[in-house]
């Protein structure tokens, strides 16, 4: 289980200011909240999806859960197996699947050999690397092209290569970007059902997309977020009800309407 109490993040950029000539503008630093005040749960056999626009501050949320990153203010908390807070940084990130489109792989390697690497990285016994690679084959369908080079590899297989480097350590809390965008239908399809097996065994997913249909058919809960901001919480069924929508897709658009309503007025 994973947990965020009023995470926020603080970042500096540049913007164009008057300058003492009415007609001159000059360049001066701005501090600004991607995230302002966000606090989120995801339990063991929930797949949480983390939905918003461009610029909403969903990858910056992701890489703080996933420990990648440093808020300003606020904490996260995650829990061990045992059900107990866990504190030391590095057992926490152990526990960590994670998943985004920057993410470099070893291209001259093969699937399976990158693997491998990472098995004596983490200090699995050859054995139970090797029963691990064959599952984690059979689970992504990777049969075909797991030894083939990482290089060669179509964008669906090389997100599947991706997928299967997040699974080698058997973590029980999984945070992927955007994992299905711009894959084909099998490709998509194959991450989706990892998604959903996932649950099945008591592991938390925590997901952000675009794709809205995915989330309404996929996810527990989702936490729909603004401008830094979470803007609706609840289950797809329950966000659809409130906004008198059929389907998720129609729901996040009268959310949107109504945020963007506020801040007009």
């Known amino acids: 289980m994973i947990e965020a109490k009023n995470i926020q993040k603080m970042f500096t950029r540049n913007v164009l200011a008057e300058g003492k000539k009415k ?65 030391d940084p590095v057992k926490v990130k152990q526990n960590i699947g994670y998943l985004s489109g920057n993410t470099k792989l070893y291209h001259r390697l093969s699937t399976r050999e990158m693997l491998r690497m990472l098995g004596e990285v983490y200090g699995i016994e050859k054995q139970q690397c090797e029963e691990r690679i064959g599952h984690i084959f059979d689970v992504l369908d990777m049969e075909q092209f797991g030894d083939n080079r990482i290089e060669k590899l179509s964008t669906g297989q090389t997100q599947r290569a991706n997928i299967a480097r997040c699974l080698i350590h058997d973590p029980d809390l999984y945070i992927f970007d955007e994992p299905t965008l711009g894959l084909d239908i ?16 008591g592991k938390t997913v925590l997901y952000s997309t675009h794709y809205l249909e995915e989330a309404q058919f996929l996810c527990d809960k989702i936490y729909m977020i603004y401008q830094g901001k979470i803007v609706r919480e609840g289950s797809p069924s329950d966000i659809m009800q409130e906004t008198k929508t059929g389907n998720l897709r129609d729901a996040f658009h009268v959310v949107m309407d109504q945020v963007k309503g506020g801040d007009a007025q």
């Open 23 to 87: 007609s001159s503008k000059k360049s001066v630093k701005e501090e600004f909240y991607a995230l302002d005040g966000i606090s989120l749960q995801a339990k063991a056999g929930e797949i949480v999806g983390i939905l918003g626009p461009n610029g909403a501050g969903k990858t910056t949320l992701l890489r703080i859960l996933g420990m990648l990153m440093q808020p300003t203010a606020g904490e996260v908390l995650i829990r061990s197996k045992e059900g107990e807070y866990e504190t």
């Open 186 to 201: 099998l490709s998509a399809d194959a991450i989706v059902n990892f998604m959903k097996g996932q649950k099945e065994l």
